[in-house]
């Protein structure tokens, strides 16, 4: 077989005028790729863009609605109760008394020689419920049910009871407890409170179900006698928590209470003589905060928009979306909101820059504190500024957080500028690529055809300049002999 090496025969460079040639040929694909590449600079522009909207919107959602500036804080004097207020609290002050916390009801066994010890099999019966104050007797929580769990001869160790208390959802918690000395089974209430003492009643496959051998040494029974029924310690009495406030006694079956007062989650902590004092009050330092955000998110979003949108006349450098008109429309219509006027109730605030939001020469927002502060003392009048829900037929009317909130998101709902604009650059993206592609192809048989071409004309120039040389040669050698 022959061995061919394009320009060997005629010393043509067949590489590189293909090389050449093909530069001119891949010119149209330079083009497309060079445009698919500003075309992915726009899209993670309008991607900036989008975010930064985006957060700019949840920034003014959180004052957009009179709820959210129903903001109160609860101090408390100190560590006896605390409370959390909730949107609908209500100023004032109260005296929380703990005379009781509420605790759940725990027992614990005697002590066996490991977690692997053997109790014996049989049924265990859980019940949740009340001791009688005078003579124990039992009433089961009628907001509960009796769990019974059968343990098998083979799987009665006190892990494998304890694992099975666990998986009977039966209200009570079982752990293992290694003294040392050996394993003790603790039982433990999920739920504190005087209604959720345990009771455990066991039917012993040895026929004796109280005594203190067999699976019977996890019974109790409080109304029963110590070692036949009552077989358990019982560490820890369950109890209701009982508390005074503002001098009215109440009972909680747990340490979390909510809405013993108006808007409020007390969390009892410490039993003492000593009433608590805590004070609810308009939580004036998270609504500045509010602000704060929205103003940071405001100036995030002008910083993007104008490095997006800028020309720099020195440089002759242009923002990768300079001149795009849904770009610039986001930060005109943003702005005129900002700069427009509100019409509410006599006497309300009418401009942004009324209570402290004032726009700078760069198109960025600062808050006047002394401005802030001294609305803050007509906190109901800002409230409508920035959350009113307004009339129907008058714009002005809504406040500026909702305001704000809806034309961000008008930019971003699915028929959105910003949205529909960049569907449209992912679609051009697409076609891009399509483009590309198809000529990639037509390009690699258009290589293919050159190389071919000048491969054939390499093989005739190599032929003639064979049948040159040889003519020379003869030429030559006759020319020679006739002179001699």
Same mark, same amino acid.
């Given at each position: 077989?022959?061995?061919? @090496?394009?320009?060997?025969?005629? +010393?043509?460079?067949?590489?590189?005028?293909?090389?050449?040639?093909? %530069?001119?040929?891949?010119?149209?694909?330079? /083009?497309?790729?060079?445009?698919?590449?500003?075309?992915?600079?726009?899209?993670?522009?309008?991607?900036?863009?989008?975010?930064?909207?985006?957060?700019?919107?949840?920034?003014?959602?959180? /004052?957009?609605?009179?709820?959210?500036?129903?903001? *109160?804080?609860?101090?408390?004097?100190?560590?006896?109760?605390?409370?959390?207020?909730?949107?609908?609290?209500?100023?004032?002050?109260?005296?929380?008394?703990?005379?009781?916390?509420?605790?759940?009801?725990?027992?614990?066994?005697?002590?066996?020689?490991?977690? =692997?010890?053997?109790?014996?099999?049989?049924?265990?019966?859980?019940?949740?419920?009340? *001791?009688?104050?005078?003579? #124990?007797?039992?009433?089961?929580?009628?907001?509960?049910?009796?769990?019974?769990?059968?343990?098998?001869?083979?799987?009665?160790?006190?892990?494998?009871?304890?694992? @099975?208390? #666990? +998986?009977?959802?039966?209200?009570?918690?079982?752990?293992?407890?290694?003294?040392?000395?050996?394993? &003790?089974?603790?039982?433990?209430?999920?739920?504190?409170?005087?209604?959720?003492?345990?009771?455990?009643?066991?039917?012993?496959?040895?026929?004796?179900?109280?005594?203190?051998?067999?699976?019977?040494?996890?019974?109790?029974?409080?109304?029963?006698?110590?070692?036949?029924?009552?077989?358990?310690?019982?560490?820890?009495?369950?109890?209701? =928590?009982?508390?005074?406030?503002?001098?009215?006694?109440?009972?909680?079956?747990?340490?979390?209470?909510?809405? =013993?007062?108006?808007?409020?989650?007390?969390? /009892?902590?410490?039993?003492?003589?000593? @009433?608590? &004092?805590?004070?609810?009050?308009?939580?004036?330092?998270?609504?500045?905060?509010?602000?704060?955000?929205?103003?940071?998110? *405001?100036?995030?979003?002008?910083?993007?928009?104008?490095?997006?949108?800028? *020309?720099?006349?020195?440089?002759?450098?242009?923002?990768?979306?300079?001149?795009?008109? =849904?770009?610039?429309?986001?930060?005109?219509?943003?702005?005129?909101?900002?700069?427009?006027?509100?019409?509410? $109730?006599?006497?309300?605030?009418?401009?942004?820059?009324?209570?402290?939001?004032?726009? $700078?020469?760069?198109?960025?927002?600062?808050?006047?504190?002394?401005?802030?502060?001294?609305?803050? @003392?007509?906190?109901?009048?800002?409230?409508?500024?920035?959350?009113?829900?307004?009339?129907?037929?008058?714009?002005?009317?809504?406040?500026?957080?909702?305001? /704000?909130?809806?034309?961000?998101?008008?930019?971003?709902?699915?028929?959105?500028?910003?949205?529909?604009?960049?569907?449209?650059? $992912?679609?051009?993206?697409?076609?891009?690529?399509?483009? $590309?592609?198809?000529?990639?192809?037509?390009?690699?048989?258009?290589?293919?055809?050159?190389?071919?071409?000048?491969?054939?004309?390499?093989?005739?120039?190599?032929?003639?300049?064979?049948?040159? %040389?040889?003519?020379?040669?003869?030429?030559?050698?006759?020319?020679?002999?006739?002179?001699?």
């Amino acid at each position: 077989m022959a061995i061919s @090496a394009a320009g060997i025969g005629s +010393g043509l460079d067949v590489n590189g005028l293909v090389t050449q040639l093909m %530069a001119a040929e891949r010119r149209p694909l330079d /083009l497309l790729t060079k445009a698919g590449t500003g075309l992915q600079t726009k899209l993670s522009a309008f991607g900036r863009l989008s975010g930064a909207l985006s957060t700019f919107q949840d920034a003014a959602n959180n /004052l957009a609605t009179a709820s959210k500036w129903q903001v *109160y804080k609860a101090v408390s004097s100190d560590t006896g109760a605390s409370a959390m207020a909730s949107s609908t609290a209500l100023e004032g002050s109260y005296n929380v008394r703990v005379d009781a916390l509420a605790k759940s009801s725990s027992l614990v066994s005697s002590t066996f020689a490991s977690s =692997a010890t053997a109790l014996g099999d049989g049924t265990l019966t859980i019940e949740l419920g009340t *001791y009688a104050p005078v003579g #124990n007797a039992f009433t089961i929580n009628p907001a509960t049910t009796a769990v019974s769990i059968v343990i098998s001869p083979g799987s009665d160790s006190l892990a494998q009871i304890r694992d @099975a208390i #666990n +998986g009977a959802n039966a209200g009570v918690t079982a752990s293992i407890a290694n003294t040392g000395s050996g394993a &003790r089974l603790l039982l433990t209430a999920k739920d504190s409170g005087a209604a959720n003492a345990i009771k455990l009643t066991v039917n012993d496959a040895d026929g004796t179900h109280t005594n203190t051998s067999g699976l019977s040494r996890l019974a109790f029974d409080r109304s029963a006698a110590i070692g036949s029924g009552q077989n358990l310690g019982e560490t820890q009495v369950a109890q209701d =928590a009982r508390f005074n406030i503002n001098g009215i006694d109440i009972v909680s079956t747990s340490n979390l209470v909510q809405n =013993a007062i108006d808007g409020l989650t007390l969390t /009892l902590k410490q039993e003492s003589p000593t @009433a608590t &004092r805590i004070d609810i009050s308009k939580d004036t330092e998270a609504i500045r905060k509010s602000v704060d955000t929205l103003i940071a998110a *405001y100036n995030d979003l002008n910083k993007t928009m104008v490095d997006l949108t800028k *020309y720099e006349a020195e440089s002759k450098k242009a923002g990768t979306l300079q001149g795009d008109r =849904a770009a610039v429309g986001v930060l005109s219509q943003i702005r005129a909101t900002i700069r427009d006027t509100f019409s509410g $109730q006599t006497g309300d605030y009418i401009r942004l820059s009324d209570v402290g939001v004032q726009q $700078q020469n760069d198109g960025s927002l600062k808050l006047n504190t002394v401005k802030w502060e001294a609305a803050g @003392a007509t906190l109901d009048r800002v409230a409508r500024l920035f959350s009113n829900i307004g009339t129907v037929g008058i714009p002005t009317s809504v406040g500026f957080a909702k305001r /704000l909130q809806t034309v961000a998101q008008s930019f971003l709902n699915s028929d959105g500028t910003v949205t529909s604009r960049t569907a449209g650059i $992912q679609a051009s993206i697409a076609d891009n690529k399509k483009q $590309q592609a198809v000529l990639s192809d037509q390009l690699a048989l258009t290589e293919k055809r050159m190389r071919l071409q000048f491969q054939g004309l390499d093989t005739r120039l190599a032929s003639i300049q064979a049948t040159s %040389a040889y003519l020379t040669q003869q030429f030559s050698a006759l020319f020679n002999k006739k002179s001699n």
